[in-house]
């Protein structure tokens, strides 16, 4: 499952549901277009390229004189056989070295075209996985609300091994097919012109017969790309939920999901891969009738005396071999059209909307105090739909701000607001006056650090996931955070101690321990924003307190943002935000909430009632 780096922010939509993204593939595709674009990844490697259809001329050409000396080896033993002559030996012996030679060399060319081939094919997709890396980098969060995280992932992973696997072999098949058939005809000719007329008269054949299975293949490899971008969203939802499918007994409704997902699969599959295969039979069908054209016109010019028999056979071969390289072609017409459904879907996320790049301001942001003001903020993840009305707010620095509420009531919404993951539809967000959008986003975030309910923590070391709180900390500065966190003591008790390397998804150690570790890392980030988000709901009580005293210590002269649902743990707030459907209902202090005996007060006695029963 993809997870964002806690200092930048995790943030869900509120409700939770599920997320829907336009199916790829839908709208007409410009196939041109993309095919243009892909070569511009070759376009830096055009000298290798170069090297490859070099390597590829000699390879090929070698191949192609072999059958004149065949037919040549033919024709003398033929000669001495009718004139009553003694076989030439010295003759053969010689063309024997000749071609073993020729085969030597090019087998060795083979090679060196494979291996730079090889070369080629890695460094275009490696450029075109840093892309798309570099590209979902950038992405708004709102792109992956609205985009399943299984399509994202095929579209990075598959879509582009796609591409490699198709670069490395379709681009070094049509450069040797290419070179083979201009250099087969070329031999041909010199043989005869009139057989290679009858040969050529196919040419249009095939090419129909590739054109016409292709428009109907098409279609069905697009499809079959955006089925297995669905399989991998619907796995990837499995996997990253299978206790809850468990505990509530939807194995059966999971598996017939994925059953009918799959079937969709299987179906655009079979069919892009049945009409494309009926591309090789009839490219067979169109070689064998020149095979047989060739036989007969050669054997009437034989007879008459206008070609020698060993020219017939060394034509024949040619007229094989240039069967080959056109069979070769309708394989060739199956890859592409399979890395161009693919490279489309690639393309298209490249192509998608991202943040506006932003220069940083020429500001001191070590000037800045802490005071943060929401001035007539209006926002909705969706038009029409707001989720935030008309919210004016005033935070003092040092100040701890506490915002309780049912969910849906836009409580992350205002951290969201305040991180920049979203702009405002209106209204200005200021700091110390500031207003955040004159900032970059990289300045008005790095003010900020956030412990999340959901802990994210990467497959490293303990050490290493403390420190990415901040770059370039000491060991001493990682320890005392560790420390002030109240985890040094579990970490030392670890066999390796703060080397200790976390599985995925930091299955190694508990839950609570793991929101110890985040927690660590943001004391360690020394931010000017403290922002917790249910921060101690994982933990045991005795944990809780440890950490409501380092939280204690951390928040000392910082302005904090706390979300809780426990509201036991904000009574010492000194402002507490009471929320409801985007609006303010109240604004006050533990004891003040209480005197007004309103919404505030209901929640606070619902919890401890519950509790007391």
């Known amino acids: 499952m993809s997870k964002h780096r806690e200092r930048a922010g995790v ?122 890396y570099e590209k979902l980098a950038r992405m708004p969060l709102s792109y992956y609300d609205q985009h399943p995280h299984g399509d994202i992932l095929s579209r990075a992973i598959n879509d582009i091994d796609n591409i490699n696997n198709s670069i490395q072999q379709a681009l070094s098949q049509i450069i040797t097919s290419l070179i083979a058939i201009i250099g087969t005809i070329i031999m041909m000719i010199v043989i005869s012109p009139m057989l290679t007329l009858v040969v050529v008269i196919t040419f249009p054949l095939s090419a129909l017969v590739i054109r016409f299975v292709a428009s109907f293949s098409q279609k069905h490899f697009v499809s079959q790309q955006k089925e297995l971008g669905n399989v991998n969203g619907h796995i990837e939802e499995m996997f990253s939920g299978h206790q809850v499918i468990k505990a509530f007994g939807h194995e059966e409704t999971a598996i017939k999901e994925f059953d009918e997902i799959n079937e969709r699969l299987y179906q655009s599959g079979w069919r892009a891969q049945f009409i494309s295969g009926i591309m090789m039979p009839l490219m067979n069908f169109v070689g064998n009738l020149g095979y047989v054209f060739v036989s007969i016109g050669g054997g009437l010019l034989v007879l008459n005396g206008s070609i020698r028999i060993g020219d017939v056979q060394a034509f ?44 940083p301001a020429d500001f001191n942001l070590d000037e800045l105090k802490g005071k943060i003001t929401f001035d007539h903020v209006c926002f909705g993840y969706e038009k029409d739909k707001p989720i935030i009305n008309d919210l004016n707010l005033e935070v003092n620095p040092g100040q701890t701000i506490a915002i309780v509420g049912p969910t849906g009531a836009g409580k992350t919404t205002i951290i969201n607001l305040l991180m920049r993951f979203y702009e405002l539809d209106s209204g200005r967000i200021l700091i110390d006056g500031v207003d955040i959008s004159c900032l970059s986003r990289e300045q008005a975030r790095s003010m900020f650090a956030m412990v999340l309910q959901d802990t994210w923590l990467f497959n490293g070391t303990i050490r290493d996931n403390i420190a990415y709180g901040r770059n370039g900390a000491s060991e001493e500065e990682i320890i005392q955070a560790a420390k002030s966190a109240y985890a040094d003591d579990f970490i030392r008790t670890l066999p390796d101690g703060y080397d200790t390397v976390l599985g995925e998804d930091a299955s190694n150690i508990s839950q609570g321990q793991r929101q110890l570790v985040t927690i660590a890392r943001a004391i360690l980030s020394d931010p000017k924003i ?84």
């Open 11 to 132: 943030s869900m939509r509120p409700g939770g549901g599920p997320r829907h993204g336009m199916a790829p593939g839908e709208k007409p595709k410009d196939f041109k277009k993309t095919l243009r674009r892909l070569a511009s990844y070759l376009k830096p490697r055009k000298y290798q390229l170069l090297f490859v259809a070099i390597a590829a001329i000699f390879s090929t050409l070698f191949n192609v004189i072999t059958p004149k000396l065949l037919g040549d080896a033919t024709s003398s033993i033929f000669s001495s056989v009718t004139k009553g002559n003694g076989i030439d030996f010295a003759f053969l012996q010689k063309l024997l070295f000749i071609l073993l030679a020729l085969y030597v060399i090019s087998a060795l060319f083979t090679y060196l075209q494979q291996y730079m081939m090889a070369g080629v094919s890695q460094k275009t997709t490696a450029e075109l996985r840093k892309d798309v």
């Open 316 to 359: 024949i071969q040619y007229s094989q071999q240039l069967t080959q390289p056109m069979t070769q072609a309708a394989g060739i017409a199956n890859m592409i059209q399979t890395a161009l459904a693919s490279a489309e879907r690639v393309f298209h996320l490249l192509d998608e909307k991202e943040e506006r790049k932003e220069e």
């Open 530 to 613: 403290l922002i917790l988000d249910e921060a101690t709901s994982s933990v045991d009580t005795r944990t809780e307190m440890n950490i409501q005293r380092a939280m204690n210590k951390l928040m000392a002269g910082r302005t904090s943002f706390v979300i809780a649902h426990r509201l036991s743990t904000i009574r010492d707030a000194d402002v507490i935000l009471v929320m409801k459907d985007g609006d303010i209902l109240e604004k006050g202090s533990h004891e003040e909430l209480l005197r007004l005996n309103g919404f505030y007060a209901d929640l606070y006695k619902s919890q401890f009632s519950g509790k007391a029963s």
